[in-house]
């Protein structure tokens, strides 16, 4: 996914002008551009002006002026082209990255998040290390990288104790990335996918904290997550993106769920100050990351950090934080 963005104020610029039809659908109406849809959004400025946020889809496998409607200058470009950086050194990866880069440094056009910088996001073990340097290792659940043919006597080396979750060491960008098992007892270390990394499964009273960064803007909402597990045999395989197993799919005869007034809080500068750590660590402005607390100790852990969630929970908020985002960086031109 490749958006561009540009920018006007109302009412400009002149009414009549090519800058004017390029609202949704209209900027197909000149033959000479063959380009992407063109879709805008109004946003108030910290000036309290109202601004048209333009946003351009466009194809990186080919060169992107072309792609452009007439006259058209972009503040920023902003991807999500994790497969390609995954696979960077094939050919065809190589030549779309090539192609963001090469318009950007051509007319002074911001790439938001480097594919160098978001690279590190690409292996869950990079990911640990990442976070252990910027948080501290007791803010990060223990891991080992498990190779294929390992066995019980790695996971007893690197100190990790059952359950423990198992996680395809490619965080994005293949079919398999977040295809992950719980582990409860060692006969669930037969036959795990190779490439992956054993982490420390924490009981968190089922609530996971999802967070979203959005340059300086940090917003958390909680989600139902995998219950707390004690015992268990084997393993049991799922995928993150959907559903979560529950606590009957565990084998447990009962469960008894957390009272609503015992939930745990993450408080505020809490979130914020590993927003930022991770922010500076990674230099990544478009990120999300997971918190769990723990049901025994309540202590605040990092489970998982990854590129350009969905931000499904705050669409409405989005392009105004965008607005924000790019004024805060400079990217934003006054009104023209």
Known sequence: MTESVTESSEGTPSEGSEEDDMSEGSAQTDESWEGGQVWETGVQGKDRKERILKFINIDPSYPIPPQLPPNTHLHCLIHKLTEDILTSSSPISSSR????????????????????????????????????????????????????????????????????????????????????????????LVSLPPRSILQSYINHSS??????????????????????????????????????????????????????????????????????????????????FDVVVGSGDGEVRVVDVNYFPSYKEMLGEVPGLLREFLEEKGEVAEPY
């Not at 976070?131 to 996971?155: A, N, Q, S, Y």
């Not at 009962?254 to 927003?275: C, M």
């Open 97 to 188: 990255l090539s192609n963001l880069e090469t318009y950007c440094s051509q007319n002074k056009t911001t790439l938001i998040d480097p594919p160098s910088s978001v690279a590190h996001l690409m292996n869950r073990d990079t990911i640990q290390k990442k976070l252990t340097k910027c948080l501290g290792r007791e803010k990060v659940p223990k891991w080992i990288v498990f190779e294929e043919g390992g066995g019980e006597e790695d996971v007893e080396e690197g100190g990790l104790e059952y359950p423990i979750i198992c996680k395809p060491l490619d965080a994005a960008g293949t079919p398999g990335s977040h295809r992950m098992s719980i582990i409860m007892s060692p006969s669930g």
């Open 207 to 288: 609530l996971l904290f999802k967070t979203y960064v959005l340059g300086s803007n940090v917003r958390v909402f909680t989600r139902k997550s995998l219950p707390d597990i004690k015992g268990g045999e084997g393993r049991l395989e799922f995928d993150s993106q959907k559903e979560y197993p529950g606590w009957k799919d565990f084998g447990m005869d009962s469960y008894e769920e957390v009272k609503e007034e015992d939930k745990p809080i993450l408080e505020r500068g809490v979130y914020e100050e590993i927003a930022e750590r991770i922010r500076e660590e990674f230099g990544v402005s478009l990120f999300g």
